[in-house]
C-alpha cells in the first residue's frame, strides 16, 4: 500500500475501505475466537501475531524502503482500530511496533533505519518503547537512566517501567540522559536490542485490562550498545519522543475507537435478542437514546482520530493539540460507550460470559498511557496559549 497524503479526509480513499474489509476478516476468524481466552488466562496472543504477521498487519508503517507496506497513517489507525474492535490486547502488536520504531522513523540514521526496520517489516522482530520511569511519568524530563559514550560505545544505567509487549520484542527504544546539566536538552534516544550485554527484562504487571500484552520493567547495568545506535544526535531525545507521540497518540485514540465500536456492536446485537415485556429492549427509547449517543460519540472521536493520522501524514508542525485531542477524546469516549454497554447488558454485561466487561477494563488505560488525559489536556492548553 502505497502512501496517499492527499486523500479526501471525508471520504476515504478504496484502498482505506478494502484495507478495512480485509483486516476485519482476518480479525473475526483469526483474532476474535482467541480474544476471551487471552484475557482469562493473561497469555500473549500467538494466534493474533501469527495472523497479522502472516497477513502483513504486524507492521503496516513501515517505509517500502525498508522491505514494508509503506501505508499511510490513516491506514495503520484503521488496522489499529479493526484489530481493537475484537481484541485490544491484540491491537498492541501493530499499534507497539510502530511506537517503538515511530523515533527512529523520523530521526535515525539510514544505517540504523536499514539494520532494524525490515525485521520489523517482516515480522522477525518487534519494537518497544521505553520513556517512562517510576519517578518520571508524566514528567519524563526527570529521568534518571543514564547513558555515557565509553569509546565508540555508550554505557546505559537505569530502569524503565510499564513498557508495553516489554519481554517480547526484541528492540526497544530507549531515553537516557547524556547531560544532566541540560536538562531536557540532555535527554538522548537509542536502540537497545534484546541481547545487548547488561540488559534484563523484570517481571510484568498483573493488570485490569489488556491482559494479553506483557508490561514489564526494563533493566540497564552497565548495558554496553553499539555508538551507532544512537537516534539523532546527543541531545536530541526528547524531540524525538514529543515528535513519536505526535504520531502515535492518534493511534491510541484507534485503539480506543476500536475498542468502543467492538462494545457498541456487542450492545446491538443484545438489545435487539433480549426481549423484556414482550418485546425486544432496544425497542424501548430509553435503550434506542443510550445506542444513538454511543454511536454518535463514536462517529466523532473516529473522525478526530482520522483528522489528527492525516495530519501528521502530510508532515505538518504544530501536531501537539490536534494529537493529544484525538488520543484524549476517543479515549473518554471509549471508557463511556463501554461503561454504557455493560449498563445495557445488564447482569450479563458484570460476567465474563460477555465481551464488554473486557472492553470495560481494556478501554480504561486508553485514558492513561501515552500520557494520561490531564496531560493531553495541559498539552492541549499550552498549545492554544503559546
Same mark, same amino acid.
Given at each position: 500500500m502505497t502512501s496517499n497524503p492527499d486523500f479526501d479526509l471525508f471520504q476515504l480513499a478504496d484502498e482505506h475501505n478494502e484495507l478495512r474489509a480485509a483486516i476485519r476478516s482476518l480479525c473475526e476468524k483469526e483474532i476474535a475466537p482467541y480474544a476471551a481466552d487471552v484475557d482469562e488466562h493473561e497469555r500473549?496472543?500467538? @494466534?493474533?501475531? %501469527?495472523?497479522?504477521?502472516?497477513s502483513g498487519f504486524n507492521a503496516v508503517h513501515v517505509p517500502d524502503e525498508y522491505d514494508g507496506q509503506g501505508a499511510d497513517s490513516v491506514a495503520a489507525c484503521i488496522v489499529v482500530e479493526e484489530v481493537a474492535r475484537v481484541c485490544a490486547s491484540s491491537s498492541l502488536i501493530p499499534g507497539v511496533n510502530k511506537l517503538g520504531t515511530m523515533g527512529l522513523i523520523?530521526?535515525?540514521s539510514e544505517e540504523l533505519k536499514k539494520q532494524v526496520l525490515p525485521?520489523?517489516?517482516s515480522g522477525e522482530a518487534m519494537a518497544s518503547y521505553a520513556l517512562s520511569e517510576r519517578e518520571a511519568g508524566s514528567d519524563p524530563a526527570s529521568m534518571r537512566t543514564r547513558a555515557k559514550a565509553d569509546g565508540e560505545d555508550w554505557i546505559l544505567n537505569g530502569s524503565k517501567c510499564w513498557i508495553t509487549n516489554g519481554g517480547q520484542s526484541t528492540w526497544y527504544t530507549v531515553m537516557a540522559v547524556t547531560d544532566a546539566d541540560k536538562g531536557a536538552n540532555g535527554t538522548s534516544a537509542f536502540m537497545v536490542h534484546k541481547?545487548? @550485554?547488561? $540488559?534484563t527484562v523484570?517481571?510484568?504487571? /498483573? %493488570?485490569?485490562?489488556? /491482559?494479553? +500484552?506483557?508490561?514489564? @520493567?526494563?533493566?540497564f547495568e552497565s548495558c554496553r550498545i553499539p555508538g551507532d545506535r544512537i537516534i539523532g544526535e546527543p541531545g536530541t531525545g526528547f524531540k524525538t519522543a514529543l515528535e513519536t507521540l505526535d504520531h502515535t497518540r492518534p493511534t491510541i485514540g484507534a485503539q480506543a475507537v476500536g475498542i468502543a465500536q467492538g462494545a457498541l456492536d456487542a450492545a446491538i446485537d443484545y438489545t435487539k435478542d433480549r426481549k423484556q415485556f414482550g418485546k425486544s429492549v432496544s425497542q424501548f427509547q430509553g435503550v434506542q437514546f443510550m445506542l444513538a449517543e454511543m454511536a454518535m460519540k463514536i462517529e466523532a472521536a473516529r473522525l478526530m482520530v482520522y483528522h489528527s493520522a492525516a495530519r501528521a501524514e502530510r508532515g505538518e508542525k504544530g501536531l501537539a $493539540?490536534?494529537? +493529544?485531542?484525538? /488520543?484524549?477524546f476517543a479515549s473518554d469516549v471509549a471508557m463511556e460507550v463501554t461503561t454504557d454497554a455493560?449498563?445495557?447488558f445488564g447482569g450479563a454485561g458484570y460476567t465474563r460470559d460477555f465481551p464488554v466487561e473486557r472492553m470495560m477494563r481494556d478501554a480504561k488505560i486508553t485514558q492513561i498511557y501515552e500520557g494520561t488525559n490531564q496531560i493531553q489536556r495541559v498539552v492541549m492548553a499550552r498549545s492554544l496559549l503559546r
Open positions: 500473549y496472543p500467538a @494466534e493474533a501475531l %501469527k495472523a497479522l504477521t502472516g523520523l530521526n535515525g525485521a520489523i517489516a541481547d545487548d @550485554e547488561g $540488559f523484570g517481571p510484568t504487571e /498483573k %493488570k485490569l485490562g489488556i /491482559k494479553g +500484552s506483557p508490561t514489564a @520493567e526494563l533493566y $493539540f490536534i494529537a +493529544s485531542a484525538a /488520543k484524549c455493560v449498563q445495557l
